[in-house]
């Protein structure tokens, strides 16, 4: 399963907030949407994010992966693929 974080940065750009998509061990996907602009935090090596306007999918595992983007999110997907019989879902938070 993956774990979404997000945390609001201070004052560095216009994309004032961090997504944070944490694996938890076992492979998953996840798609997240946003009312404003995301973009990766870093370039980050392996198979390259998905971007359709302000829509970011991926895979995650053991790995992090980091966005930043504008406005407020308004959708995430995740969905687990290790085949975990009694997953838990997975935590968001949102850090005002």
Do not use: C, H, W
């Not at 973009?39 to 992090?64: K, L």
């Amino acid at each position: 399963m993956a774990r979404i974080d997000t945390v609001q940065k201070q004052g560095m750009s216009e994309l004032e907030n961090v997504l944070v998509v944490a694996g938890q061990g076992t492979p998953a996907s996840f798609e997240a949407t946003v009312d404003g602009v995301i973009e990766p935090a870093t370039q980050a090596p392996g198979p390259v994010p998905i971007r359709s306007g302000r829509t970011v999918e991926g895979a995650v595992e053991s790995d992090t992966q980091r966005y930043f983007f504008s406005g407020e999110l308004t959708d995430v997907t995740i969905i687990n693929r290790g085949g975990v019989e009694n997953a838990v879902d997975p935590e968001i938070y949102v850090d005002d």
